[in-house]
């Protein structure tokens, strides 16, 4: 019977529901599709962040671990490695600042070092040796390891000694030349 009706609706109503189905299985099918690549995603940038952390290469690692989260919010893996880094990338931060600090203090000790040791010499050459001596030793003071200054201290400790000596001489010479002038205008 062609002409019935109910048959029909029947069939359209199974349609539907084929339809349907075939509609649920393919969303499902888009949809694991969408979570595997997701998984994939995040899978790959959880290798490429943990290899970055190797190489020490902190902030791309972070970078990478930050995506993965954006991924999948829920993980804590992430996250724990994020603060992680966040600790290593401040330790980083304050060693080179710290680094930068001494490099400054070394650099105005070095020039500091350097003027005295200049003024020192000035002073050498124009034989100003008590002055020339201290500013030697102010400059040993700030560098304990430089042979240079020593060796002039010990040049002018010399140099200073022998003025003594000759000074001395010159005035026991002197007196004798007193004594046997007076001698002498006594005849």
Avoid: G, M
């Amino acid at each position: 019977k062609l002409e019935e009706e109910y048959p029909k609706l029947q069939i359209a109503k199974i349609d539907e529901i084929l339809a349907e189905q075939q509609r649920q299985a393919e969303e499902a099918a888009r949809l694991a599709a969408e979570k595997k690549a997701l998984d994939e995603k995040y899978a790959s940038l959880i290798t490429l962040a943990d290899s970055q952390v190797e190489s020490k290469d902190y902030s791309s690692a972070k970078t990478s671990y930050s995506d993965a989260l954006a991924l999948k919010a829920e993980e804590e893996y992430p996250k724990s490695l994020i603060a992680k880094i966040d600790e290593l990338l401040a330790e980083q931060q304050r060693q080179a600042e710290e680094a930068a600090r001494l490099a400054a203090e070394k650099k105005a000790l070095d020039e500091k070092y350097a003027s005295l040791i200049t003024l020192a010499d000035s002073q050498f050459k124009t034989k100003e040796y008590t002055s020339a001596k201290t500013s030697y030793t102010e400059a040993l003071a700030l560098k304990l390891e430089e042979e240079y200054p020593k060796l002039q201290i010990a040049k002018i400790d010399e140099i200073l000694a022998e003025q003594q000596r000759q000074a001395e001489e010159a005035a026991r010479l002197a007196a004798e030349k007193k004594a046997l002038d007076e001698k002498y205008a006594s005849l």
